[in-house]
């Protein structure tokens, strides 16, 4: 093959160049050389004039030889066929195209594939490369209102104002209008809405059907899981339908409604015997079908997708924020993936006749192609272009080829070299090394981050102390308070069968003062001969005999303020029944006609 000889000639040219004696070495201050690129350059087109997305590429052994082509659409409305590097076929197209598929109709000897390409609300089907048939999806159902308007207009004596009202009625209440009700609308001019409305007139059946159109297409296997096996097209439409048709193209096996338009398509399993189909839609969500039902488990994404691959059991989904992120198939996040601008292609490297290997290639919009396995990276290629489309897979007879479109409309062809590793120990796992190297933490955040760690360690033990700790502490409370009670110092006693509370007011401003002593007997048994008894400071206060009402007068003529004792004595014991503290006022200076 010739891309194979390009690609051994570019590697033993790398690798003279290498072992010249005069060839630049680099100096120790410069960076060390990087890891050396598992691709070789095969192909480099770059007058190819095309402009192609991901979904504008396949490649197919369309000639059952073993020499498999390189199938590309694009927006020019072609379709071209590359044989190694040279155009083999090319054909103009009804429309502008949004995906191409080769699959395998029926079991034949030899297997030869059929090209389906996905253009409006059509799928155009080519064999032996003619165009053969074509497929239109069915049209969407037209609300009935609608139908009514339009009959009323088809009639002479119409009257296109109220009929223009009531199309505009229609839709603020949600009705989903057909393209011809939209374009009418658009319309503000009456004779302008006549003329529409009489254009319409003759083909009034053909144009009031509604048409939906293709968004992604791919390819499910019917019943084996072989290279050639009779496979079935898988089709993403802008009603939010995906529909299954039948491996003859004809006519729908399946058709699911989904609740957002699809956008990307993945599919896993068997038709007749159990089958997955992972679709990313535009409002942010995956949904999954498995067997014809949508089940409920739903992945919720932040950003809309923008690529969708599916590794083994992980679905890889990147996102508009620069993000990808790798879900389980049954909705558990597994990791993400952050990259330094935002991803133009995603798409899964898969090789199983030499060796088993898979990996996910990724195109940035930097013009870097990352090569991950799981999430670690492996090695990094820079272009100078912006990738728009990009397909892994077997071209010519090479099984790790990588086909890519760029921006400026050139083609470039890579090949993986047999001997590429493509584990991830060479990489480097775990945390950073930056991790092991200490923070320069305050001493009073350390402090605090210690003792949080402690409470956190001892938190059982230091509950139990606290709660030791309190226990003991009402204990000693209620000891010291059965002891005020005791010797009397309480604001009620129980001594003698009797419970006495005694209460004290002072009345006045002073120099003279009076208190009010009221004692309370609220037990059943009656005291006689008690006496009250009150001391004080005798330098500051003076009072007569005691008395219940004790008239105190203050003998300091600068004032002051002190405390006056209040006991209620009891005649059998020298401890009082009860006592009380009475804390004195300031006094006010005497009058010179005072006492």
Known sequence: ??????????????????????????????????????????????????????????????????????????????????????????????????????????????????????????????????????????????????????????????????SFEKLNAARENGTVLSNQSIDLLALEDAEAQAEYIRSCKPNKDNLLQQQTSITCMEVLKQNMDEPTAVSMLVIGTENKMVYILEASALNLAAKVKLDAVPSFISVLGLYDVEYRITVACRDGNI?????????????????????LVRFDK?????????????????????????????????????????????????????????????KHLITTIPTN???????????????????????????????????????????????PPEQDIPLDVPKKTKLYVEQTSREREQAIDMHRTFQRD????????????????????????????????????VIGMGPQFKVVVRVQNAGVHALHDVPVHCTTNPYLYRMPKPCFYLPITCVNENGGTDSVRIFLCNSTSN?????????????EPPLPDSF
């Open 287 to 307: 949904y999954t079908i498995k067997n014809g039902q949508v089940l409920s488990n739903v992945i919720e994404l932040e950003t809309q997708p923008v690529g």
């Open 1 to 162: 093959l010739s891309i194979r000889r390009s690609a051994k000639m570019a590697e033993a040219a790398s690798a003279s160049a290498g072992s010249d004696g005069n060839a630049a070495v680099p100096s120790n201050e410069e960076e060390p050389a990087k890891k050396k690129s598992p691709w070789l350059d095969a192909w480099h087109d770059p007058v190819a004039g095309l402009s192609c997305y991901s979904s504008f590429i396949c490649m197919s052994d369309l000639a059952a030889d073993g020499d498999h082509r390189l199938i590309m659409v694009d927006l020019k409305k072609r379709i071209r066929i590359y044989k190694g590097t040279t155009i083999q076929w090319e054909h103009k197209l009804p429309d502008v195209p949004c995906a191409v598929q080769a699959f395998y109709h029926e079991v034949g000897n030899p297997p030869l594939p059929t090209l389906a390409v996905a253009s409006g609300h059509r799928v155009l089907i080519y064999r032996n490369m003619r165009p053969t048939m074509q497929y239109r999806l069915p049209p969407l159902e037209i609300d009935p209102l609608e139908v009514d308007i339009w009959e009323e207009l088809s009639k002479d004596s119409a009257d296109i104002h109220a």
């Open 575 to 587: 401890v009082p029944i009860i006592s009380a503290v009475v804390n004195m006022p300031i006094s």
């Open 470 to 505: 309190l226990c003991k502490l009402r204990l000693s409370t209620a000891r010291a308070y059965v002891n005020l009670l005791g010797t009397g110092h309480g604001p009620m006693s129980s001594a003698g069968g009797a419970q006495v509370r005694l209460n004290a007011q």
């Open 314 to 374: 992980n679905i890889y989904v990147g996102c508009m924020d620069n993000v990808i992120h790798c879900f389980h198939f049954k909705g558990k996040k597994n990791h993400s993936i952050y990259l330094p601008c935002p991803i133009s292609c995603m798409s899964l490297l898969q090789i199983t006749k030499s060796r088993v290997a898979k990996a996910l290639v990724v195109a940035l919009s930097n013009g870097e192609i990352r090569l991950y396995n799981g």
């Open 385 to 431: 272009d912006v990738v728009t489309g990009m397909k892994l897979g077997t071209f010519g007879r090479e099984e790790g080829s990588m086909v890519l479109s760029f921006k400026s409309g050139a083609l470039m062809v890579k090949i993986l070299q047999r001997n590429a590793n493509l584990d991830a120990t060479g990489a480097a796992t775990g945390p």
